[in-house]
């Protein structure tokens, strides 16, 4: 059974950076595509960010471009995001999700689904 455990969330202020991580377990990593996706209180789930199995080609929500990277170490079976310039509105709860032979915005393609990693940005 795959699980995803993320870590490194926190309080930071605006324009201040952060880097969140998800470590997998029970999973063949290499074929899976990755996501992080984040929820604020009250709103719906929202894309960040994804990136493919093999290639490591790479996709963001317009938000977040030019801010946000996210990377993956296969070795390592983890994915990172790694956030600049961080804005009040970049505060929520951030999940990575993991995906079999799909990379995407989709949440519904999502298989596995880690616990959640709060990310807060004070002004």
């Known amino acids: 059974q795959g699980q995803l455990v993320e870590s490194g969330g926190g309080l930071v202020q605006a324009g201040g950076s952060l880097r969140v991580s998800c470590a997998a377990s029970g999973l063949t990593f290499s074929i899976y595509g990755l996501g992080w996706f984040r929820q604020a209180p009250g709103k719906e789930r929202e894309f960040v960010a994804a990136i493919t199995a093999s290639s490591g080609r790479t996709y963001y929500v317009d938000s977040v471009k030019g801010r946000f990277t996210i990377s993956r170490d296969n070795a390592k079976n983890t994915v990172y995001l790694q956030m600049a310039s961080l804005k009040p509105e970049d505060t929520a709860v951030y999940y990575c999700?993991?995906?079999?032979?799909?990379?995407?915005?989709?949440?519904?393609?999502?298989?596995?689904w880690g616990q959640g990693t709060q990310v807060q940005v004070t002004v």
């Open positions: 999700a993991a995906a079999p032979y799909y990379t995407g915005d989709d949440h519904r393609r999502y298989t596995y």
